[in-house]
């Protein structure tokens, strides 16, 4: 569609005033594409959150071998180390104190971890052994045989917590994806009527614009500007939304809940990429809504 | 038009094969009783309606067979004035006359000058300013023909310019076709009017059950429809 300047500034003027002349029906077409983008929105940031998490366990799998803290430390360690360099597919193997454990275990709460100042004299902890696997596929297996060796109480590879967050992440995908697509099209259908009002109310104008001979893409060119617009005001609500919720929670889970573990991405390039999304869909919504109707009730 | 004929999708023949060559500068009434045809005659005309068959020539387009891309390039060269004005009542007189133009796209400072001019022509430049409402019937069509008039037309055509106008007021609007007719322009206009018809002398074209049945230089209104 070739159009000139000043075209477009009268194009854009006319589908802005019809967005406030339509009143109610801006705001209905508006809001619904602002919840759909909203539940798009969340999904998305929680979506990427879990793959950044799986993908951080997935690169340090490793076998973690706790020993029997009822024997003998020495003749445990020297048994399972023995044993451990037997096996086939190991890349390294660090042992690690109960000592280290604790401050280990200390680093991960941060300035809060004082409070287990208590446990040094105490120290419950056993001592571990850190297998790592040559490659991550192997470590499932490797855990396997190091459980039956002699002295080791309890493996944990870190399986369970993948395969677990891997099953949360494919069911909320689907029920998320059958809610988008029927919000999507809600929105879509409100988009659509509200772009029908505005033509039904400029019949009269639409009339004399083809009988004086206007081309029929400057006729329809309001219509999308209109459509166009609702579905970018209607990303931007949902953008600000999560913005402001976003921070909000990393906040919370980091100051509230101390689950300094819990690694969420940070808020930059997240919210960047969300945005972009939204919009690109709320854009897309816009231009089929107001699609469908200059299609059905524009007669040109 | 050579052969022209129309039937609407619902098996309605409005016209039935009509010849007739309408020269550059010439004034043609169109008249007949209602449903003869000339209404469909008109809309063959800018492309409001397509011919089932024959062939239309206007300005050098191919009518009947343009394109749908293509008719408001037609329509460019056609000025179309109705019986009820179909004006926008929210624009005043001069923004009505400039949409003709904005629409089209024509450069802003072109606009004021040439709808100021049109005004000029059809006396009403001192109400520019007034929305329709505030203006008479008679007024209200001068509008109508000036905004057909802007875009500089080589064809007018008016289907029942007069039909909601008294007697006076149509001479006025009769006189102002007169004049565009003098300045080179071709007027086709249908109408009921047999006063009009007699007393200004122009060339007749009757319509009747979709024929042709009277084609007379200079004629007369004929029956009384």
Redesign the interface.
């Given at each position: 569609m070739p159009i000139?300047k000043?075209?477009l500034g009268?194009h854009i003027r006319e589908g802005t005033r019809s967005l406030f002349r339509n009143g109610w029906m801006t705001v209905a077409s508006v809001s619904a594409v602002a919840i759909t983008l909203l539940i798009v929105g969340v999904f998305l940031t929680f979506a990427f959150n879990v793959n950044h998490i799986v993908s951080s366990i997935e690169n340090d799998v490793e076998v973690k071998a706790y020993l029997d803290v009822t024997v003998d430390r020495n003749t445990a360690k020297q048994h399972v180390e023995a044993e451990l360099k037997k096996l086939d597919g190991v890349e390294q193997i660090t042992f690690i104190t109960k000592e280290e454990g604790l401050k280990n275990f200390k680093a991960k709460f941060g300035e809060k971890g004082d409070l287990l100042n208590s446990l040094e004299k105490d120290n419950f902890l056993p001592d571990s052994f850190v297998v790592k696997a040559e490659t991550p596929q192997k470590t499932e297996e490797l855990g396997q045989k190091i459980k039956t060796i002699k002295y080791v109480k309890k493996i944990n590879t870190g399986g369970d917590t993948t395969k677990k967050l891997f099953a949360v992440t494919s069911l909320v995908r689907t029920v998320g994806l059958v809610f988008v697509i029927g919000l999507g099209f809600t929105a879509i259908f409100l988009i659509s009527n509200t772009i029908k009002i505005t033509i039904m109310a400029r019949q009269?104008?639409i009339?004399?614009?083809?009988?004086?001979?206007?081309?029929?893409n400057?006729?329809r060119w309001p219509f999308f500007v209109e459509g166009t617009l609702i579905g970018f005001v209607g990303a931007l609500i949902p953008i600000l939304i999560i913005l402001v919720g976003y921070a909000y929670l990393q906040r919370y889970i980091q100051v509230q809940l101390s689950l300094y573990f819990l690694d969420l991405l940070p808020l930059y390039p997240l919210i960047l990429q969300i945005s972009l999304i939204l919009i690109g869909i709320g854009l897309f919504i816009g231009v089929w809504g107001s699609l469908i109707s200059v299609r059905r009730f524009l007669r040109? | 038009m050579q052969n022209v004929g129309k039937t609407y999708a619902n098996g309605t023949v409005a016209l039935h094969a009509i010849n007739v060559e309408i020269g550059a500068g010439e004034f043609v009434y169109v008249v007949g009783p209602s449903g003869a045809g000339k209404s469909t005659f008109i809309k063959l005309m800018y492309r409001e309606e397509k011919a089932s068959l024959g062939e239309i020539f206007i300005n050098g387009f191919h009518v009947h067979q343009l394109q749908e891309k293509d008719i408001p390039f037609l329509r460019r060269g056609i000025g179309v004035v109705f019986q009820d004005f179909k004006l926008l009542p929210r624009l005043t007189v001069f923004e009505n006359v400039a949409f003709a133009l904005e629409v089209i796209e024509t450069d802003p400072q072109e606009i004021k000058s040439k709808v100021m001019e049109v005004l000029e022509l059809v006396g009403l430049a001192n109400k520019a300013r007034n929305l329709p409402s505030q203006l008479s019937g008679g007024e209200q069509q001068r509008v109508a023909v000036a905004r057909a008039l802007v875009n500089r037309p080589s064809l007018v055509i008016a289907d029942e310019p007069t039909g909601n106008l008294d007697p006076d007021t149509s001479d006025d609007i009769m006189n102002l076709f007169a004049e565009i007719n003098q300045n080179g322009t071709t007027v086709v206009m249908a109408t009921h009017n047999k006063e009009i018809v007699n007393s200004m002398k122009n060339r007749v074209i009757a319509f009747e059950g979709g024929h042709i049945v009277r084609d007379e230089l200079k004629g007369e209104y004929g029956y009384a429809y």
């Open positions: 000139n000043q075209a009268r009269n104008e009339e004399i614009m083809k009988l004086v001979g206007a081309t029929n400057f006729i040109i | -």
